[in-house]
């Protein structure tokens, strides 16, 4: 397979890799890794590119730091080029509007089951009588011709409609994504207020049973007592509570 010039490379449908791919390589990953932790550079965090590109690195490693987000410009797809910047191109002024802006979910699938029918239609005629009527002058247009316009208007419309929603659909998505976070956060609360009530009954019943305070209270007044056995009795009393909790709440 020969080789695409640098020119040609950029400009394919299907591009060869980039030249810099070579740097990615586990020796020059280390050494980056390296610099970060001499730096006190964080490994994942949203300034990380930024204080990588602030240091004066080798050229085999300037490849391995993301670059700056392009603000201006073109960009390749597929050998076609798109403004950076680029806002939603208008409708084809040749395709007449067939849908009512903003367009919603059930326009969409209007014209999705109209691009169907036609898809039908077409191919009923192609297998039928693809030709022009008989009789019709020279210069009328086939039957196939006509329908194959109506696919086309109908494709142009839906590209033209689903770009027009996608801001819709993000403000959607979003607001789906809130209120998923809410859910958890309410499910998180109501788990962590049960656990509290249950800690609290556990600890009401403890202080019911006998034996635990009343030692307690025995030994305070008996100045016999050594403080290590008081100790003792404590730690048996913490001890004890300890047990029912891991018991009670597992």
Do not use: C
């Not at 890794?33 to 300037?62: F, G, M, V, Y």
């Not at 297998?127 to 196939?144: L, S």
């Not at 006509?146 to 801001?167: C, G, S």
Request: glycine share 4%.
């Amino acid at each position: 397979m020969t080789e695409q010039q640098p020119g040609s490379s950029v400009s394919a449908a299907f591009p060869a890799p980039p030249p810099f791919y070579k740097d990615f390589t586990e020796e020059n990953l280390e050494r980056l890794k390296q610099i970060k932790e001499e730096h006190s550079i964080p490994e994942e965090s949203a300034n990380t590119a930024a204080l990588l590109r602030s240091l004066d690195l080798p050229k085999e490693l300037q490849n391995l730091v993301p670059p700056r987000p392009p603000t201006s410009g073109k960009y390749r797809v597929f050998g076609e080029e798109h403004d950076i910047n680029a806002s939603i191109p208008p409708l084809h002024p040749e395709t007449p509007q067939l849908y009512s802006s903003p367009p919603t979910p059930a326009a969409l699938l209007i014209l999705i089951r109209s691009l169907m029918l036609n898809f039908l239609e077409l191919t009923q005629i192609l297998a039928t009588n693809p030709g022009p009527p008989p009789g019709a002058p020279p210069e009328t247009p086939a039957a196939w011709a006509t329908k194959w316009d109506d696919l086309r208007d109908l494709f142009r419309n839906i590209h033209q409609a689903v770009n027009e929603y996608r801001p819709f659909q993000a403000r959607e998505s979003l607001i789906e994504l809130l209120e998923e976070q809410i859910r958890r956060s309410r499910e998180e609360v109501k788990g962590v207020k049960e656990l509290r009530e249950k800690v609290e009954g556990v600890l009401g019943n403890l202080e019911k049973k006998p034996g635990i305070n009343e030692s307690r209270e025995i030994s305070d007044g008996n100045t016999g007592i050594k403080l290590k056995q008081v100790m003792d009795e404590k730690f048996d009393d913490e001890k004890m509570v300890w047990e029912v909790l891991e018991r009670e709440l597992g």
